[in-house]
């Protein structure tokens, strides 16, 4: 590395504050500041104004966009890439196109990079999807998510009238991934790929109404395998307040004659740490590719592997192959 | 694609013939010809001598190198390469950086692109390794290898006297891979990371000696878990004459506080299958990078994974991102 990468961060949620701790330990960045609607943020940190972050512009070399999905990043990703190399992990999928286009004028026009939609679906399980369809001529690709915390279906129990507290787990099923492995991706469908597991906190009396309400819920448990286990509100507090989540990104074919398969697992303890880690990795790439003079926007689909490295190209070569 | 890409052969053993019936299966490359010592070949292609190789260099836009990695690589790759947009699968790990200098130069020379020991490992798990060591700070990472046929211990089996046919699977421990993803890496060792399995066919007489002297061959087999079975030379021939292989790169590590995995596996039927595939993928990604301008000996690690698929980036962005 040339020169430490002076990185700073907008947004400073579940992954703003997972990157500002990842930042610290990276060899080659350094921390500038976080901007920040608000006045004061607990961090020991620099914090700036966001509306006046256009004029810290020179002092930063890469900033982590860390906002939401639904509006943040639509509304104001944009003018960010205007002033500085950015890398954002925007996972509205069906959207990506639509985002790219918009960040690539800006950061033409602002002279920068705009590394777009990191992160680990999309961004990992997007790499993975791609390199695993290039390998056979006629692949065979299903994701899996989970085990993991489903936000929108924890909120869906809870709504449940009498649950105190409630978590959703996903899980892919055990025969699904293995029939994805051996190329009997027709089996394969929404509700047999993966089951849900509820566990929630609710007075005895309730249990049993509470169970036929969760699993007889249209789209969201119906017709998903789901369990529903009642814990007390001690065990939930000490047992289910973690992000945890992962996946599986599976391709499977034949080549000619032979059948054989790829797959990439991810399991991760906190969801918001490890999609930071990857937004962190990109976000490096993101600054050497500018350094290069590449502006506009990137995905990863276009990042070669090395530039993630802290380790020189010619050390990996040494070591890694 | 703006034109189908004219491929060509050296070798014509296991990989040749893989890369040969997998080409057939690209929308986007046609077979050239296969360029052999020998006047004819069990082949349909098109066979020229291999010492005019360089006459047809104008209607080959990419060169499989499908040659031994002990004598052959080092002694003709450069020499195609000089000549030719050349994909190898040079695998002699510790001699790569010296492939690299070597066919950098001729490639250069020849204003061509040599992309070096692509595969699986070297190749996909080299990818892996890179990519999943920069996600962590302190990344812990491990690779096993297997179930899979190997070789050089198949040789010490029926070098065994009394053995009729056998072959040895390396398999990696479950407790191993399970240490990996949690981070207890330093549990694992050369011998406690895989098992050896040996199949044999031999005389019932000579059965208990012959497990002895396997199971205390030095270095090779002592002191690995080994089991060795015994099966008729019917069996044998048909459940053992495939060449199964496959494996896993795990890598994990702390990030800030919390733990998580990230897991790459193979599982082939058939060993030269899949590595031609690789080796077919990275091919297609030689002659994008050509045609772009570059020149020199190019790793895995600097593709950009959509240099790797049929489909255009415009494409890849829709649908897998």
New interface residues.
Partial sequence: MTQKISAAIVGYGNLGK?VE??IA??PDMELYGIFSRRDSLETDAAVYPVAEAAEHKDKVDLLFLCLGSATDIPEQAASFAENFTTVDTYDN?HL??AH?EKMDAAAKAGGTVAMI?TGWD?G?F??N???G??????AQQNTFWGPGLSQGHSDAVRRVEGVKAGVQYTLPKEEALQAA?EGRGDEITGANAHRRRVVAVADEADQERIRQEIVSMPDYFEPYETTVEFVSQEVFDREHQGMPHGGHVITSGD????????????????NP??T???QL?YG?AAVRMAREGRTGAV????????L????S??E???R??
Same sequence: chains 1, 2.
């Fill in positions: 997972s701790k990842l330990k990276q999928h990506i196109p790219r939609s999309p990992m997007s790499i999807r791609t390199i369809e290039a390998l056979f001529p006629n492995k080549l000619g004659g032979t059948h054989s398969s790829v797959e990439f697992t991810l399991e991760l303890e906190r740490d490890f930071a880690a990857s990795a490096r995905t990863v689909l276009e990042v070669a592997p090395y993630l490295s802290t380790a190209l010619d990996l070569v040494a890694d192959i």
